[in-house]
């Protein structure tokens, strides 16, 4: 007898869900907010998952009406929603919907949109404030929230980039200080709002057969390898200023890292998790420059707007290690670079090889090559892979090497899943800063980066459509090889 497949309901059926909520989204008009916000919080609405009395408020310095707001919100869950915006869900989503322009030295509006908003909801609702706003706003953005009182009794979600080096970052979390408590501060780092990450957490603590093997007795090597097959794609104002290490490495990479190697927490809690994690990056050695190799894509400096001389990288990686009991001896090789060969998301474990000397050398040397990894793929909805050695059928007793995969989307209802920005956005109103960066965490990053600011290694050339500069690439590796390339 077969069981039933699957059907499909709301998305975490079991998930508590937030207290009232007046949400105030900055950058309301922009990009972000078209591609993920909206988008989202209707996502999140249509699941059953937002209030059960919410308020949106959108604000940007230019001012448009409530009708204009909606009908821009309308076009953007349309062109990247997941669903189409009609029906009863959309028509009242679209009615928790309003703005108030918050231009400089005239916040009125804004302040006059939450307070209707507040009073909408009774005067007793939760606040929630979204900064998608550029570097250059944030200072005068959190102080304007003091004086005004918008921050008082708010959680405030600060979108990256968290700094540009350890004096940035700390002038950074001072102006948020003055404002926030860190209890209410949420970095988001869309990477820790994907499924697969949690899936690493539970792959790895609520299985006992691999925990145990989880450490430097038995893993040789460990890869985190973000490249992108897309180029910069015109947005040189940003990308020239910032490079691959700041831009992915710093804040994706790292947190990720974060994540493989913590010890295991006593809970899932958001003061357990980050706690562990940010132990590991305590334990990172500083990173030198000559373990890292910064790379350029042929044709990088002919981009619109990229300065004709421009040193920036366009690809970065980095070896480093943890010092610590669990890890001490293990290379951690970190990648992403933009215009390479694929758009992955992996994390690869290397075993250490076992003896081979009962097998003939001209059947066991290539496969060994191709064997002994665990390769967590998490791009959503991700995926499992255990490359191991077996025989080949036949006479002789050859080696090669097979794949055992799980696929998530096999196995569950990846329907019900919520995207990074969906899933980051619901813990932050229900107050959980499990997958959120702290303070302390992003400081201790920008200062195990400080010798490699301070020397940067140059820029080597590379072929778009490659992996990044061959040789470099291969010594920064050895003796160990980059899974992706397989080189």
């Known amino acids: 007898m077969t069981s039933p497949s699957p059907r499909p309901g709301p998305a975490h059926e079991s998930h508590r869900r937030p207290g009232d909520h007046v949400l105030i989204l900055f950058g309301a008009t922009g990009d972000l907010a078209k591609r993920k916000l909206l988008p989202g919080l209707f996502h999140l609405a249509e699941a059953g998952l937002m209030p059960d009395r919410y308020r949106v408020v959108g604000t940007a310095r230019r001012p448009i009406t409530d009708k204009q707001f909606r009908e821009q919100a309308r076009e953007a869950v349309a062109e990247f929603g997941s669903s189409k915006p009609d029906g009863a869900a959309w028509t009242a989503f679209a009615q928790a919907l309003s703005f108030g322009s918050s231009a400089p030295g005239d916040t009125l509006p804004l302040e006059s949109a939450v307070q209707r908003a507040e009073a909408d909801l009774g005067g007793a609702a939760h606040k929630l ?7 250059v706003a944030f200072e005068s953005t959190v102080t304007m929230l003091g004086r005004t009182g918008l921050a008082s009794g708010a959680r405030v979600i600060v979108e990256k980039p968290f ?86 490495i710093v804040t994706h990479l790292f947190q990720v890292l974060g994540f493989v190697a913590m010890e295991p927490p006593t809970s899932l809690g958001g003061q357990h998790l980050r706690q562990e994690k940010d132990k590991v990056f305590d334990a990172l050695r500083p990173l030198s420059p000559e373990h890292v190799v910064r790379g350029q894509y042929e044709g990088y400096r002919s981009e619109p707007g990229v300065a004709p001389d421009s040193d920036t990288e366009t690809l970065a990686a980095v070896r480093t290690e943890i010092d610590n009991w669990r890890w001490k001896g293990v290379p951690f090789l970190l990648r992403s670079g933009k215009s390479l060969a694929a758009s992955r998301q992996v994390v690869t474990l290397g075993f250490h090889e076992p003896p081979l000397h009962m097998f ?128």
């Open 360 to 487: 003939p050398v001209h059947h066991r040397d290539a496969a060994a090559r191709r064997g002994n990894e665990l390769v967590i793929d998490f791009a959503d909805p991700g995926t499992v892979t255990a490359d191991f050695l077996a025989k080949e059928p036949g006479a002789a007793l050859s080696l090669a090497s097979a794949h055992m995969v799980f696929r998530y989307q096999d196995s569950f209802c990846t329907a019900n899943g919520l995207e990074g920005y969906e899933r980051l956005i619901l813990d932050a109103m229900l107050g959980n800063q499990a997958l959120f960066t702290d303070a302390a965490g992003i400081e201790r990053l920008w200062e195990v980066s400080a010798p490699l600011q301070a020397d940067p290694p140059p820029v080597q050339p590379y072929a778009q459509g490659s992996w990044g500069p061959e040789r470099a690439l291969h010594r920064l590796a050895a003796p160990y090889r980059w899974h992706l390339d397989g080189s």
């Open 163 to 248: 700094g540009t080096d350890l004096a940035s970052a700390r002038a950074l979390n001072h102006t948020l200080h003055q404002v926030f408590d860190e209890s209410r501060i949420f970095r988001i780092d869309h990477f820790l709002g994907k499924e697969s990450v949690d899936n690493i957490l539970a792959f790895r603590f609520a299985n006992g057969l691999f925990e145990p093997i989880w450490n430097r007795q038995h893993i040789s090597y460990v890869q985190i390898d973000v490249p992108e097959s897309l180029s910069i794609e015109g947005r040189a104002g940003f990308y020239d200023q910032t490079g691959a290490y700041s831009d992915m």
């Open 129 to 135: 404030i979204h900064l998608a706003i550029p570097p």
